[in-house]
Nanobody
């Protein structure tokens, strides 16, 4: 069982930046960030596999950067040029498999979430 704890959420104005962190209690091959806005389905934001290869949703490409410190078992999401539509609860997720699917249903471990609010 892997426990995930997110931090770093908050409120910023449009155009600002935030950095999310996710501390994992153990190593997993694949980790990712997902988000859910009120009244909307959960969507994938970014994933990173065991080799450090990232994948991003089209809506965040060029603005968000996912990274991972394997020594610390910590996942990060650097979010720049934030927009009002980025407002959501952001969740860290992990799975034991090597592949990193875009869909959240394939991830076994989830954090409690951290709120990101962007005002325009």
């Amino acid at each position: 069982q892997v426990q995930l704890v997110e931090s770093g959420g908050g409120s910023v104005q449009a155009g600002g930046s935030l950095r999310l962190s996710c501390a994992a209690s153990g190593y997993t091959y694949c980790m990712g960030w997902f988000r859910q806005a009120p009244g909307k389905d959960r969507e994938g934001v970014a994933t990173i596999d065991a080799y450090g290869s990232p994948n991003y949703a089209d809506s965040v490409k060029g603005r968000f950067t996912i990274s991972k410190d394997n020594a610390k078992n910590t996942l990060y999401l650097q979010m720049n040029s934030l927009k009002a539509e980025d407002t959501a609860m952001y969740y860290c997720a992990a799975r034991g498999g090597i592949l990193c699917p875009a869909g959240g249903s394939r991830y076994e471990y989830w954090g409690q979430g951290t709120q990101v609010t962007v005002s325009s």
